[in-house]
């Protein structure tokens, strides 16, 4: 499986903290699995926006996205829902007590993210999201910066076109 990058949309609050990264790329092939678009490197240290310059001095060989160390993430690692259950997953997540301020950040990035995906129907796709909240600190980067982050890979059948969604606080 390769994966051809064919647009990215980066999107940050008015201080650079807060931000979303949208990637919609092309395989080679339709109806990849998760473990496939893994080993092909769909979540790129590269293609995440300007993020990456904090990490470089912090991670030395590691391959990282955001705050994940990719060497020790598997498909296990991902939650595999409809738009459906996305939207509800993220519902949940927005009703836990400690945002503070950074709700309101969280909430903008969303809709942004959201509307940036008004050509492709999201209904029906799968969805495979992994919230650092929610894994193993063995698997983050140490230290850890981020107040949050969490992605999405998204998947259509029938088609060979992957969408991956990102949202972070550091």
């Given at each position: 499986?390769?994966?051809?990058?064919?647009?990215?949309?980066?999107?940050?609050?008015?201080?650079?903290?807060?931000?979303?990264?949208?990637?919609?790329?092309?395989?080679s092939?339709?109806?990849?699995?998760?473990?496939?678009?893994?080993?092909?490197?769909?979540?790129?240290?590269?293609?995440y926006g300007d993020?990456?310059?904090?990490?470089?001095?912090?991670?030395?060989?590691?391959?990282v996205?955001?705050?994940?160390?990719?060497?020790?993430?598997?498909?296990?690692?991902?939650?595999?829902?409809?738009?459906d259950?996305?939207?509800?997953?993220?519902?949940?997540?927005?009703?836990?007590?400690?945002?503070?301020?950074d709700?309101d950040?969280f909430?903008?990035?969303?809709?942004?993210?959201?509307?940036?995906?008004?050509?492709?129907?999201?209904t029906?796709?799968?969805?495979f999201?992994?919230?650092?909240?929610?894994?193993?600190?063995?698997?983050?980067?140490?230290?850890?910066?981020?107040?949050?982050?969490?992605?999405?890979i998204?998947?259509?059948?029938?088609?060979?076109i992957?969408?991956?969604l990102?949202?972070g606080?550091?």
């Amino acid at each position: 499986m390769t994966l051809s990058l064919a647009k990215n949309i980066w999107n940050a609050n008015e201080d650079g903290i807060g931000h979303s990264c949208i990637n919609i790329y092309e395989g080679s092939s339709k109806n990849p699995k998760l473990w496939e678009l893994l080993e092909a490197g769909i979540l790129k240290e590269k293609h995440y926006g300007d993020v990456t310059l904090k990490n470089k001095a912090l991670k030395g060989s590691q391959k990282v996205y955001g705050p994940l160390v990719l060497e020790k993430i598997d498909k296990f690692d991902f939650k595999q829902l409809t738009y459906d259950l996305l939207i509800k997953e993220f519902e949940d997540f927005c009703r836990e007590d400690d945002w503070g301020d950074d709700l309101d950040v969280f909430h903008k990035n969303f809709e942004i993210a959201i509307c940036d995906l008004n050509e492709f129907d999201l209904t029906s796709r799968d969805f495979f999201l992994i919230n650092t909240q929610a894994t193993s600190n063995k698997k983050l980067l140490d230290p850890n910066f981020y107040a949050y982050f969490v992605c999405v890979i998204s998947t259509q059948a029938g088609s060979n076109i992957i969408l991956t969604l990102t949202f972070g606080l550091d």
